[in-house]
């Protein structure tokens, strides 16, 4: 697969955001992103991107904090966050896409953390939850539905993380998440059927559910699974469903469909995902002027364009391997990202402009001694590195034209990539 952009270290610190009363602040956080020319807005993103939600705020929204402390550089936050999100799942009744939001939040923290961010209690409680949900009718819409399964396939991970010989992959026959995987591989199938538009080259936003129904348009709920981490369709499907969604004029949504997330958000991902370009460009743009509805999902989707690593993720990433790709931003000269969490281990990335190309050193802050193997694309190459706590990566990547487009290889296989 082919991911995204690089960057790099930060020294400004920042008081982390205000949690409610029972949840406290555990240090101050490291700004994380910086850039030359400066962008004002990274630092009015990061007062609240990590901030917990009300009590009674919807589920997706503890799912955006938890992103938002996630790259922070704060596994502790996270964690909290979650814990509060669990409250909220267990006192009053929550959609079926709306409870899988809170899983697929306990998987990237788990991604990020290497740690579990509850026990095993929790995860059961986890469990009971997406019983309920999963018995519920299939969902109206397929932004509901691609999420629940998305949700399905997420809790699966969660309850093999300590299985002996598990290797994140989507198709696991064995093991305590299996049941689960079987269900949501089939589940993922039916809405498939009920929503692809061969003609059109992209899924419904309202599953026909075997009723004959004109073809129609794309809305910008069609983003939504793939920002929340759903990257599993059959053959190209989802490459061919993000470009022709992303080129094709979009009909109105309310907000509230959009679970927090805004247009250009949703935009910024989905071309991050398929490699940059001109829209990716003028995504990035965008979401830095319009960021102040989401802050978690924002600052997520910002450093998922410039690093192309993803946080927000989910069945068919190969976990054990951190994926890189160099970006820097139309203007910027140089760009400092301090602490990217991956796998249990932190990185530093650093980008700088050098004439057509742009430098780039990776450095693995911790000390672990397990290995970790990074894939870098430079745009030219795919490089390959194992690196332990203390090592460094340098190379250089290509600063693509606008027009350049990369195809991202999905499809039915792409979780060995």
Same mark, same amino acid.
């Given at each position: ?6 960057? *790099? *270290? ?12 029972? *949840? ?78 809170? $899983? ?44 629940? *399964? ?10 093999? !993380? ?29 809405? %498939? ?46 490459? /061919?469903?993000?470009?022709? $969604? ?87 000269? /140089? ?33 672990? /001694?397990?290995?970790?193997?990074? $894939?870098?694309?430079?745009?030219? !190459? ?11 990566? !340098? ?7 606008? %027009? ?14």
């Amino acid at each position: 697969m082919k991911l995204h952009a690089i960057v *790099v *270290v930060a020294a400004l610190l920042v008081g982390s955001a205000p949690l409610p009363s029972q *949840v406290s602040p555990t240090a101050a956080l490291v700004l994380p992103l910086r850039t030359e020319p400066p962008l004002p807005a990274i630092e009015r993103l990061v007062a609240t991107a990590g901030a917990a939600p009300a009590a009674d705020a919807p589920l997706s929204s503890f799912a955006a904090a938890c992103l938002g402390r996630l790259r922070l550089g704060d596994g502790d936050g996270s964690r909290l966050v979650l814990a509060l999100g669990r409250e909220r799942l267990t006192n009053g009744e929550h959609a079926p896409h709306a409870v899988a939001w809170l $899983v697929a939040a306990h998987l990237w923290h788990r991604r990020a953390t290497g740690t579990q961010a509850t026990s095993a209690s929790g995860l059961a409680e986890l469990s009971t939850a997406m019983e309920r949900a999963a018995a519920r009718p299939s969902a109206a819409t397929f932004a509901a539905e691609s999420l629940l *399964v998305h949700g399905m396939f997420c809790l699966a991970d969660l309850l093999d !993380a300590d299985a002996e010989g598990a290797h994140h992959l989507p198709q696991r026959t064995e093991g305590p998440g299996a049941r689960w995987t079987a269900r949501a591989v089939e589940r993922q199938f039916e809405l %498939e059927r009920h929503s692809w538009q061969p003609g059109r080259g992209h899924f419904r936003p309202h599953p026909c559910r075997g009723d004959l129904a004109l073809p129609e348009p794309p809305d910008a709920t069609l983003l939504l699974p793939a920002a929340a981490g759903m990257l599993l369709a059959t053959g190209d499907r989802l490459a /061919r469903h993000l470009q022709t $969604v992303l080129a094709a004029p979009l009909v109105a949504t309310d907000e509230h469909a959009l679970d927090g997330f805004r247009e250009p958000l949703l935009r910024l991902v989905a071309s991050s995902q398929l490699g940059g370009g001109a829209e990716r460009a003028e995504a990035w743009t965008t979401a830095l002027a319009d960021h102040t509805a989401a802050p978690g999902f924002a600052l997520d989707a910002l450093l998922f364009a410039v690093t192309g690593a993803r946080l927000a993720s989910g069945a068919g990433l190969d976990e054990r391997w951190l994926r890189l790709r160099p970006w820097l931003p139309p203007g910027l000269q /140089r760009l400092e990202v301090p602490h990217l969490l991956a796998g249990g281990a932190t990185f530093a990335l650093q980008l700088r402009a050098d004439g057509e190309r742009a430098a780039f050193v990776i450095t693995r802050l911790d000390q672990g /001694r397990a290995a970790c193997t990074l $894939v870098v694309d430079d745009g030219a !190459a795919q490089h390959l590195r194992i690196v332990r706590g203390g090592e460094s990566f !340098a190379g250089a990547s290509a600063r693509p034209q606008p %027009e350049a487009q990369h195809q991202l290889p999905l499809g039915g296989d792409h979780g060995r990539r």
